[in-house]
């Protein structure tokens, strides 16, 4: 059993901890000065009353060199150091509250911290380096240390049930619901159970999919497709915690972690009535948009690294030419990531071991955002296929009409902020729309 590093001074509340710590065979390094170490075990003890004047400082040191250890902080009066960040600790309790709950919770910190490793492991196979991925790991990282509810959305092929799994990873439970795949009728009974004889044909008790997760999580797979009887059922398992089975007259208590995920833009389902507008609400606490995969470029030749290295077979070198990897960066993949994937295995398919040439990717040029189709020169670089200027000029336009209406979606119908974001001065951008006929009103 590995160490636990104890930052205090000799007291009575330290005293208290080493004796109990000791009487479960937990060994303790005790150290009397805050200086951070080079090495710490997985858990941390901090004593905040011992290094008054120095907390800030240590702990974010500590931070730096070890960022993996799990930091239980405590005081006698914890409000005393509201100015200490949040992430400077994993913990932070009253005396009274560490003489009560400290077993409970250095065991949770164990959890979480083999959770942690369980989560680097299977977020190494979400490959990319763009500012989206990098601030997606930090976002899931810390709603694995949390219980409320999580709310993916994106476009399909983006990976959500990946990240599903990744902040589940510390329960030993994980049950996944397709709710596109359940008949209206059968919604109940398969979420929540019946009784024998609930219903015609209901020969034998069975328990719900929430029930088999109790003591672990469930993942709400395309919730967007949930029929609204079951959305007031599930409303109601979210508020109160209990489920009752068809036919039954008890309720029973669950504690049940919720993930749920959608390809469906859910403020649009709720305006047209097909969402419940409280659900959103209570499943939108942790919320994560996963961009897709046109809007991370920068990531595309990681993943297909990534996947040449999965798939190649044993012993047989592929590498991408500059040619191919300028058409892969040219497509809308309006597959996502799965497209990419198919598309690597596809092509290692048909192709020998060596360099993999423009030519050799098997790609599905239509793009369906925009209607259009792609040529690609010798060395891969994409334009929009023509057969005279007048008609290349034509699709370019399309083309930038598609690209302005949706820098304006994404500042909410703001001209104001899509000229900012996009670098134009605002009455620039309202010429150019004039110019290409768009209508403002008319985006949503």
Not at 321 to 350: M, V, Y
């Amino acid at each position: 059993m590995s160490p636990i590093d104890f930052f205090t001074k000799e007291t009575a509340t330290s005293s208290f901890i080493l004796d109990v710590l000791s009487s479960v065979n937990y060994a303790v390094v005790t150290h009397t000065e805050p200086a951070p170490l080079n090495e710490l075990s997985s858990i941390v003890i901090w004593d905040l009353d011992s290094f008054t004047s120095q907390n800030i400082q240590a702990l974010a040191a500590l931070r730096v060199q070890n960022p993996d250890s799990m930091i239980l902080a405590y005081a006698e009066d914890t409000e005393r150091y509201a100015e200490i960040p949040t992430n400077l600790y994993d913990t932070i309790l009253t005396v009274e509250s560490l003489r009560l709950h400290l077993m409970s919770k250095i065991t949770r910190l164990k959890e979480i911290y083999n959770a942690r490793q369980i989560f680097r492991e299977r977020m190494s196979h979400l490959v990319g380096k763009s500012e989206a991925m990098q601030n997606l790991r930090k976002t899931v990282e810390r709603a694995i240390l949390h219980t409320g509810p999580v709310l993916i959305q994106g476009e399909s092929g983006v990976g959500k049930d990946l990240i599903a799994r990744a902040i589940a990873c510390v329960y030993d439970k994980f049950v996944t619901v397709n709710c596109s795949a359940i008949p209206d009728t059968l919604f109940e009974s398969e979420l929540f159970g019946h009784t024998r004889g609930a219903f015609t044909g209901a020969q034998n008790e069975r328990i719900g999919l929430f029930e088999d997760a109790n003591g672990g999580a469930i993942f709400l797979d395309e919730i967007g497709d949930m029929p609204l009887q079951a959305q007031v059922k599930l409303l109601r398992v979210i508020q109160n915690h209990e489920i009752r089975p068809i036919g039954a007259n008890k309720t029973r208590h669950i504690d049940v972690r919720i993930i749920a995920a959608t390809n469906r833009d859910l403020k649009e389902e709720i305006r047209e009535k097909r969402f419940r507008e409280d659900l959103y609400y209570r499943l939108n606490v942790i919320p994560m948009q996963l961009s897709p995969l046109r809007e991370r470029k920068e990531d595309i030749e990681d993943l297909a690294n990534y996947f040449i290295h999965q798939y190649a077979p044993a012993g047989e070198p592929y590498k991408l030419s500059d040619g191919a990897l300028q058409k892969l960066q040219a497509h809308s993949w309006p597959g996502n990531i799965r497209e990419l994937e198919n598309t690597i295995q596809r092509t290692l398919c048909f192709t020998d071991p060596g360099i993999i040439n423009a030519s050799d990717l098997q790609i599905d040029e239509a793009d369906p955002h925009h209607g259009k189709s792609l040529r690609f020169s010798d060395n891969g670089i994409a334009y929009p296929a023509a057969d005279n200027y007048d008609e290349f000029r034509e699709k370019q336009l399309d083309e930038e009409r598609e690209f302005l209406k949706a820098k304006i979606r994404e500042s909410n119908g703001s001209v104001s902020a899509a000229a900012e974001k996009i670098g134009m001065l605002r009455t620039a951008l309202y010429n150019r729309l004039g110019r290409l006929g768009i209508n403002t009103k008319d985006i949503r």
